[in-house]
């Protein structure tokens, strides 16, 4: 079976809506560190798909992050405010997977959830802008 570029960018929008669904249950279930990775991915998947759409390579999170910032926080195409929203899902997300003892509790992880539902929608629109 072949895929096309509108295949990949539906399959990025379709697998950040499952994680953070994901992470809605994760919060439900107070699982907070759990949680705030579930919620990373489902921005970074949006991330890669508006990337992508727009033919701006990068093979790490970190050159994600990096070309995101570039082209799109930089250039104030979008407010500076999700860039520092996706920072932080990003230096917690590592947190969670590699240091010790780090715990997140619900008053942290709890607004978070509307944050993000925000920044994706708006990564969405941007989609289909673009």
Not at 42 to 57: E, V
Request: include cysteine; proline fraction near 1%; glycine fraction near 2%.
């Amino acid at each position: 079976m072949s895929y096309n570029s509108e295949d990949y960018i539906k399959y990025r929008i379709n697998k950040s809506e499952e994680t953070f669904q994901d992470a809605l249950l994760l919060a439900t279930n107070e699982r907070w560190n759990s949680c705030v990775n579930r919620l990373y991915y489902s921005t970074y998947y949006l991330i890669i798909a508006l990337l992508y759409k727009n033919n701006i390579k990068a093979e790490t999170h970190n050159g994600v992050k990096t070309q995101f910032f570039l082209n799109y926080i930089k250039n104030d195409k979008i407010d500076k405010k999700y860039g520092k929203l996706f920072s932080h899902l990003f230096d917690w997300r590592q947190e969670t997977d590699y240091v010790d003892f780090i715990d997140f509790d619900k008053k942290t992880v709890e607004p978070l959830l509307k944050e993000v539902k925000e920044f994706n929608n708006l990564l969405k629109e941007f989609i289909l802008i673009s």
